[in-house]
Every structure is written in structure tokens, then in C-alpha cells.
């Protein structure tokens, strides 16, 4: 237990900054593995992993710009989901 009153006051915003960080993660998570199912298969539709790349991205935007992750986190995370779009629909294509 703290022993002071402003020691209180950062458990107090410790605690509220958890259960928002939390709430943001899990979001974003959510979306994460909406998008690598919508990925793997054999049939993958293309018009479907478009706009929840682009929803997993704004996600990860957000939470970076809120401090939840660190921005490299972000950049890494959104290239990848840039590069995944960008190969299924090559592929997608070619067929």
C-alpha cells in the first residue's frame, strides 16, 4: 500500500491507464486475427482483407499515437499487414 497521498494518486492513475491500455490491446488483437483469418486459406478474398487490413491499420495508429505501443511496434505491425495485402492480391491476380 503506498504511504503517501501522491503515492496513492499514481496507483490510482497506474490503475485507470492499465484497464484503458488493456481495452486498446484487445482491440487491436480483435483485429489482428480477424485479418490473418480472412488471409489464410486456399480461397481468399481479396474485397473482404481489404478493408480489414485498413481497419487493423487505423488500430494500430491509434494505439501507438495513445502510447499504448511503442510507433516502431506500429510501423513494423502495419508493413507487415501492408506487404500480406499486397501479396494476396498478387496473387489473387495471377490466378
Given amino acids: 500500500m503506498p504511504h503517501t497521498g501522491s503515492a496513492a494518486k ?3 492513475q497506474s490503475e ?3 484497464i484503458r491500455n488493456r481495452n486498446v490491446m484487445r482491440d487491436v488483437k480483435v ?3 480477424k485479418v490473418k483469418a480472412l488471409a489464410t486459406g486456399a480461397a ?3 474485397n473482404q482483407l481489404e478493408p480489414e487490413v485498413r481497419q487493423a491499420i487505423k488500430k494500430m495508429d ?3 499515437a495513445k502510447g499504448v505501443v511503442h510507433k516502431n511496434v506500429a510501423d ?3 508493413s ?3 506487404r500480406l495485402l499486397y501479396v494476396k ?3 489473387a491476380g495471377a490466378t
Avoid: F, G, N
Wanted: proline share 0%.
Fill in 89 to 91: 492480391k498478387k496473387a
Fill in 62 to 64: 491509434r494505439a501507438a
Fill in 76 to 78: 513494423r505491425k502495419k
Fill in 44 to 46: 481468399v478474398d481479396v
Fill in 31 to 33: 483485429q489482428l486475427k
Fill in 16 to 18: 485507470k491507464r492499465r
Fill in 10 to 12: 499514481r496507483m490510482r
Fill in 80 to 82: 507487415q499487414l501492408a
